[in-house]
């Protein structure tokens, strides 16, 4: 069964250093999503992606933070300074079409330092 | 205050028991979902519903619009039922998750 992929699936960087996660989505989806968890507490939108742009973003989601869907398929968010709270599991999703289910992936655990 | 709101936030139950886990939600939807986060932090789509009931296996999921609530129900619950349960809601124009804090069932047998 198709499956959304997501790489590293633990990143631990010094603070102020830039990091980037990289998410494969499903191959014949066409909505992307970051979400985040920090630790203990409830999943939280960051951006939502679809038509090479960027459809709905978060308030966390502040200039130091990017994403891209560089080649067709992979997906990227980065942050260009990582701050102490940007520790948290990062999870990427697809979905094919509106109103549709979205599928997670596994996560990246990111630690800042 | 907590655009999606579930109880309990934590649940045990005896093996074979029934659960249930309310969601209830103060904005407009178009659907609701709900998930299923192991332990590893992996999460599981269950359910989307924008109406009535959903069953799969031992897993009810039931949606109010008119009330603004929702269930999920386990029934004859396993120790490999043990997660966090997470109720979602997609809000009017718009495909983003709001989430709810997770409800924690611990199935012990």
């Known amino acids: 069964e198709p499956e959304v992929t997501q790489t590293p699936s633990h990143q631990v960087t010094q603070m102020g250093q830039e990091v980037i996660l990289r998410c494969v989505p499903i191959?014949?989806?066409?909505?992307f999503y970051w979400y985040r968890q920090i630790l203990g507490q409830k999943v939280e939108f960051l951006v939502s992606?679809?038509?090479?742009?960027?459809?709905?973003k978060s308030e966390i989601f502040d200039d130091q933070f990017s994403v891209e869907r560089p080649d067709g398929s992979n997906f990227t968010l980065k942050i260009r300074s990582t701050k102490l709270e940007d520790s948290a599991m990062y999870f990427c999703?697809?979905?094919?079409?509106?109103?549709?289910?979205?599928?997670f992936g596994p996560g990246t655990r990111l630690l800042v330092l | 205050k907590n655009e999606v709101e579930q109880s309990p936030q934590n649940l045990t139950a005896q093996e074979g028991e029934f659960i249930t886990i309310n969601c209830s939600y103060s904005?407009?939807?178009?659907?609701l979902h709900w998930l299923q986060q192991h332990p590893g932090g992996g999460i599981v789509s269950l359910f989307m519903?924008?109406?009535g009931k959903k069953k799969h296996g031992r897993l009810i999921a039931t949606i109010n619009i008119q009330e603004k609530h929702s269930s999920l129900h386990i029934t004859a619950s396993h120790p490999r039922d043990s997660a966090v349960y997470i109720c979602?809601?997609?809000?009017?124009?718009?495909?983003?998750?709001?989430f709810g804090t997770g409800t924690r069932l611990q199935v012990f047998p």
């Open positions: 999703a697809s979905q094919q079409g509106r109103q549709e289910t979205q599928y």
């Open positions: 904005v407009g939807i178009s659907a």
């Open positions: 519903l924008s109406s």
């Open positions: 191959s014949n989806h066409l909505y």
């Open positions: 979602a809601v997609v809000s009017y124009n718009t495909d983003k998750l709001i």
């Open positions: 992606f679809y038509n090479n742009e960027i459809s709905e």
